[in-house]
Structure formats: C-alpha cells, structure tokens
C-alpha cells in the first residue's frame, strides 16, 4: 500500500514540476517585458491554421504589432508538452495568457481576418492593464 503511495505522489510531483516548466522562459521574458502571451495552436493539416499563420503570424507588419505588447508562441495542437488544459477541440484556437501563473484570460477559436484579429487581441490587452 505504501509502495501505491508512494508512486501516486511522484506521478503527481512529476505533472507539477512539467506544469511549472511550461513556457517558463516565455513566462520570465513577458513579466519582465510587461506583455502577455498569445499562444497559437494549430495544425499544418488544417486549411485555416495555416491560413491565419500566412495572414496574420508571418506577415511582418503583423507580427510586429503582435509583438509589442505580446510574446507569441506556436504549438502543434498534438504536442505533447501542451498541458491537458489546453488541449481543444477547434483549430486554429488563440489563447492570452498571464504570464505570471500562465492563466488564461481569453480564448478565440477559429480564423479571422487580420484587423478583426488583432484589433480583439489589442482589447483584451488593454482591459488586462486598466
């Protein structure tokens, strides 16, 4: 019985020390750059996941605005370093982050245009630091 115990509370030690480590470095660099993280999940086999990162994450006037007030980071929706709590249903989905306990303050699933996109993301943005 002891032995069951013993290992629940490495399984549980182990998932805690993986959930502090994720986007740790992100986390470090948007506290001390005051932003928050845009994270992107999606998928190379989906139309609008590849869609949205050729209008709107690889076009350079974009990215640019993104990066003043957020850290971006891309992950495969079936990257095992994604913790279960992010793992979603439609792609591409769009998550806002506070970088200092990785909370989630805002979701957007699905494509959009690229003004609508970042004009929704500038809000949250703006309604995190009233």
């Known amino acids: 019985m002891k032995f ?5 509370l490495l399984a549980l030690s182990t998932t805690t020390l993986f959930a502090e480590a994720f986007l740790a470095q992100e986390s470090k660099q948007a506290m001390s750059e005051k932003k928050l993280i845009l994270l992107n999940i999606g998928s190379d ?12 994450f690889n076009q350079e006037t974009y990215k640019k605005r993104i990066s003043r007030k ?3 980071v891309e992950m495969a929706h079936n990257d095992a370093k994604l913790p279960k709590a992010l793992h979603v249903k439609h792609l591409p989905t769009n998550y806002i982050l506070s ?3 990785l909370s989630i303050i805002d979701e957007f699933a699905g494509y959009m245009k690229p003004n609508d996109f970042l004009g929704l993301i500038e809000e949250v943005y703006k309604q995190t630091k009233k």
């Open 99 to 101: 970088p200092k306990d």
């Open 4 to 8: 069951l115990a013993y290992l629940l």
């Open 45 to 56: 086999q989906c139309p609008y996941c590849v869609r949205m990162k050729r209008d709107i």
């Open 70 to 72: 957020f850290i971006y």
